[in-house]
């Protein structure tokens, strides 16, 4: 296990560097990029630099625009610095923040951190034992029931959700239980501590479930067919000739079998550290790393955007490596040596 652990880490090298090499030269060859940024803003008085509206562009503030943000280089000289930065932790400044990429994102990063954690968390602890109980009441009205419920919410986009709740229950026509946008109340300095947690839990809720509502009917009819298929294998029919109670085989036997497809999923809960829905964040408020990653793309903020690509794979080939981690765990067969 451990050498198969190592060389997934050793083979992680050469796929970041393919993916920081592809990365980089589509960020420095997309037309629109920061240079021409700053001059629409000089030219048409944008981001409310209304006083220098309509600068003349000469070739030599373009030549000295070029050369601030290192566009006088060629090309493979450019990347080569990039990474050499990156190897020594350095993610650059950025061009729209006019400060450190690692300061922007751990910024942005706590309203990321709060609806990944909440609804890894959510999804899981209602999902799992929701797919078990409806393999056992397999066919009854519950089943059917609940499994009408899950597939009408996994067919509401949750930007629309996200509005049905805000119009029922954000005041208006209907209910004013929650408020509209943002994570805290204005005067949420002057909370004590445990106002503080109340008010923020308070802001997160509506949010929070339009972020998790696509993701119970996949979980739930996963682990719900997972565990019909232990149930039907000979083992089972064994453990119940032996005269064990149902409970026992079902929380015992079948249960861990059964969580072997959930845990090729449960790795991927590290890239909420780097995840954000724009829609979301944008209907509620929030101003999170699915913002940011947008309007990097949009402003051409390229040290932002690399930054959050490069941490987003690097994420995503350490949650990869957790789950066959995960799944040699809960499937002692399967061996990597």
Same mark, same amino acid.
């Given at each position: 296990?451990?050498?198969?652990?190592?060389?997934?880490?050793i083979?992680?090298?050469?796929?970041?560097?393919? @993916? *920081?090499?592809?990365?980089?030269t589509?960020?420095?060859?997309?037309?629109?990029g920061?240079?021409? !940024?700053?001059?629409?803003?000089?030219?048409?008085?944008?981001?409310?630099?209304?006083?220098?509206?309509?600068?003349?562009?000469t070739?030599?503030?373009?030549?000295?625009?070029?050369?601030?943000?290192g566009?006088?280089r060629?090309?493979?000289?450019?990347y080569?610095?990039?990474?050499?930065?990156?190897? !020594?932790?350095?993610?650059?400044?950025?061009?729209?923040?006019?400060?450190?990429?690692?300061s922007v994102?751990?910024?942005?990063?706590?309203?990321?951190?709060?609806?990944g954690?909440?609804?890894?968390?959510?999804v899981?602890?209602?999902?799992?034992?929701?797919?078990?109980?409806?393999a056992? #009441?397999?066919?009854?009205?519950?089943?059917?029931?609940?499994?009408?419920?899950?597939?009408?919410?996994?067919?509401?986009?949750?930007?629309?959700?996200a509005?049905?709740?805000?119009?029922l229950?954000?005041?208006?026509?209907?209910?004013?239980?929650?408020?509209?946008?943002?994570?805290?109340?204005?005067?949420?300095?002057?909370?004590?501590?445990?106002?503080k947690?109340?008010d923020?839990l308070?802001?997160? @809720?509506?949010?929070?479930?339009?972020?998790? @509502?696509?993701?119970?009917?996949?979980?739930?009819?996963?682990?719900?067919? *997972?565990?019909?298929?232990? @149930?039907?294998?000979?083992?089972?029919?064994?453990?119940?000739? #032996?005269?064990?109670?149902?409970?026992?085989?079902?929380?015992?036997?079948?249960?861990?079998?059964a969580?072997?497809?959930?845990?090729?999923?449960?790795?991927?809960?590290?890239?909420?550290?780097?995840?954000?829905?724009?829609?979301?964040?944008q209907?509620?408020?929030?101003?999170?790393i699915?913002?940011?990653? =947008? !309007?990097?793309?949009?402003?051409?903020? =390229?040290?932002?955007?690399l930054?959050?690509?490069?941490?987003?794979?690097?994420?995503?080939?350490?949650?990869?490596?957790?789950?066959?981690?995960?799944?040699?765990?809960?499937?002692? #067969?399967?061996?990597?040596e």
């Amino acid at each position: 296990m451990y050498k198969y652990i190592l060389r997934r880490l050793i083979l992680m090298i050469p796929t970041l560097i393919g @993916i *920081s090499i592809l990365v980089f030269t589509l960020t420095q060859v997309v037309p629109g990029g920061p240079v021409e !940024q700053f001059m629409n803003k000089l030219k048409f008085g944008g981001s409310g630099d209304t006083g220098r509206a309509g600068a003349e562009i000469t070739e030599e503030l373009r030549t000295e625009l070029n050369k601030l943000y290192g566009f006088d280089r060629p090309i493979h000289i450019r990347y080569f610095k990039w990474m050499g930065n990156l190897l !020594q932790g350095n993610l650059g400044d950025s061009y729209e923040y006019k400060e450190p990429v690692s300061s922007v994102i751990v910024q942005k990063l706590p309203v990321s951190l709060t609806f990944g954690i909440f609804s890894f968390f959510l999804v899981y602890l209602i999902s799992i034992p929701l797919g078990i109980f409806k393999a056992i #009441k397999d066919g009854s009205p519950f089943d059917t029931a609940s499994s009408l419920l899950l597939f009408v919410t996994y067919s509401i986009p949750p930007f629309a959700f996200a509005i049905v709740l805000i119009v029922l229950f954000c005041g208006g026509t209907f209910l004013d239980w929650f408020p509209l946008q943002g994570l805290h109340s204005d005067d949420f300095e002057e909370f004590t501590q445990f106002e503080k947690i109340t008010d923020y839990l308070h802001h997160i @809720i509506l949010p929070l479930f339009a972020y998790v @509502i696509g993701q119970f009917a996949v979980t739930s009819m996963m682990m719900k067919n *997972s565990f019909l298929e232990q @149930i039907s294998q000979d083992y089972v029919r064994t453990a119940k000739a #032996k005269g064990l109670s149902q409970t026992k085989i079902y929380f015992k036997h079948v249960l861990r079998n059964a969580l072997i497809p959930i845990a090729t999923e449960i790795g991927d809960f590290l890239t909420i550290f780097l995840s954000g829905s724009i829609l979301i964040e944008q209907i509620f408020g929030l101003d999170g790393i699915g913002m940011l990653n =947008y !309007q990097s793309i949009l402003t051409r903020d =390229y040290p932002v955007v690399l930054a959050i690509i490069m941490m987003a794979a690097f994420a995503r080939m350490l949650g990869s490596l957790l789950s066959d981690v995960l799944y040699v765990v809960l499937d002692p #067969k399967v061996s990597f040596e």
